[in-house]
């Protein structure tokens, strides 16, 4: 067994919220118990002891949208790209890359995003992959890095029509194929949905072999009006909004995860609520993108379920949370806005979206939940209680200021070390892939 303790303990379970000087034991892959660490200590004397430091022991991250791909375009260079809208980001530069991905190339962005992760406290991550260079088989290179790295993934194949009908294809049988090996794995560490990039991509004949194909117990993960330009394509094609044409084909549901949602009114908003599909907000990706505020605010207010990400802009989750938090103040010129909403969405929502797709309970450090536990170096300046722990972590802590990460039980970094990892080594076969990369990119 394991006891984490010595540590201000943040549980994020409502009937025992805080605890000045806390302990979890963690047996096997779950939390066995949460105490003091005096009790805890002399109840299981035998116990392996992490010692928190006086720091602040919390549960792991969960990162809700990334796009692990986009670990390769850190730093690069590609001629002639000079964008002057989304639809020339998209082309220029997350098209282009994707189209030359090698499985390996996609495997080492896995690695470097997991040690990322580990190190910012995020055990849980859900993805939305594409590689059309190479489809077959992408989703499980990812998969043998997570595994390596001991992280708890869920993973899509983004099918679009963009690059042709058989490629399109192809994207919905990898999605198919990895779906029903996740089903089968019994880890509890890996789950699948059936990824799509956007409306604006998919026809209505690859959204019906998508669903052909979709095992009945997944839902979809797929871009929703992230650009102006997506829902001027649905309105000329289709004669109707971007949830409207959703809805039409069967993709909502309690199952579904709808990426950005910025240019959603009140009646698409509606029907997102009444057909208990999820909401992701990335807040950084939208803004570095100038794709625009989504309402993010009335999407919470309106009781749909709403969670965070990152979209591979960082695998900082509380870097995330500041900048939504000063995002929406901004756009509202409503200092009272996001207090309350987007720690909903990081310490709540995110939870509730990864428990329609993992059985253990994830984001709450109690009795019988997943042994995902962090330990971060934060020593409050003011005092630190049930009522405040939120302002102390969005002023007080980044995620490099987690020191210790577990999952599953398993402790993947102590006091900043990565724990049977050969990051030097990872690292450099990683820069060497994405030199590879730009030069295929750049021939």
Not at 259 to 284: F, G, R, S
Not at 376 to 398: C, E, K
Request: glycine share 8%.
């Amino acid at each position: 067994m394991l006891l984490v303790g010595n540590g201000r303990l943040v549980t994020r379970d409502a009937k025992n919220p805080f605890q000045e000087d806390g302990a979890v034991l963690i047996s096997g892959t779950t939390i066995k118990e949460v105490g003091t660490t005096k009790a805890l200590q002399t109840a299981y004397p035998k116990a392996e002891f992490v010692d928190a430091r006086g720091g602040v022991i919390m549960p792991a991250f969960i990162n809700i949208h990334e796009h692990i791909y986009s670990a390769m375009a850190r730093g690069l260079s590609i001629k002639g790209y000079d964008p002057h809208g989304f639809l020339d980001i998209l082309d220029g530069l997350w098209w282009t890359l994707d189209r030359h991905l090698t499985n390996e190339e996609t495997r080492q962005s896995a690695r470097v995003t997991y040690i990322d992760s580990i190190k910012n406290g995020v055990t849980t991550v859900f993805d939305h992959h594409a590689s059309f260079g190479h489809i077959k088989d992408s989703l499980f290179a990812i998969e043998d890095a997570a595994k390596e790295m001991g992280i708890r993934t869920c993973l899509c194949y983004e099918v679009s029509d963009r690059d042709g009908k058989t490629k399109a294809k192809e994207a919905v049988l990898e999605n198919e194929r990895w779906i029903k090996h996740a089903l089968a794995d019994d880890t509890d560490m890996l789950a699948g949905m059936m990824g799509m990039h956007a409306q604006f991509t998919i026809s209505d004949a690859t959204m019906a072999l998508a669903a052909e194909h979709k095992p009945a117990e997944v839902g979809y993960h797929i871009h929703v009006a992230e650009g102006i330009e997506d829902l001027h394509d649905c309105l000329r094609k289709y004669g109707k909004r971007i949830v409207d044409r959703l809805m039409d084909c069967n993709i909502l549901g309690k199952k579904t995860l709808l990426a950005h949602c910025i240019y959603v009114n009140p009646h698409e908003m509606q029907l997102i609520k009444d057909t208990d599909t999820m909401v992701v907000h990335n807040p950084e990706s939208n803004m570095g993108n100038a794709c625009g505020c989504p309402p993010t605010m009335e999407i919470v207010h309106r009781g749909i379920l709403t969670g965070l990400g990152t979209d591979g802009y960082t695998q900082d989750m509380l870097e995330s949370y500041k900048v939504a938090n000063v995002l929406h103040k901004h756009h509202l010129c409503n200092a009272n806005a996001a207090w309350v909403e987007v720690p909903q969405m990081l310490f709540e929502g995110n939870a509730q979206i990864a428990n329609r797709y993992f059985k253990r309970k994830l984001g709450v450090l109690k009795k019988g939940a997943a042994a995902d536990v962090i330990i971060t170096d934060y020593v409050p300046r003011t005092p630190l209680d049930a009522s405040n722990i939120n302002s102390h972590i969005l002023f007080g802590m980044t995620g490099r200021s987690v020191v210790t990460t577990i999952c599953n039980g398993k402790v993947l970094m102590k006091d900043r070390e990565l724990q049977g990892i050969d990051e030097e080594k990872v690292l450099a076969e990683v820069r060497e892939q994405a030199r590879k990369l730009e030069r295929s990119i750049n021939a």
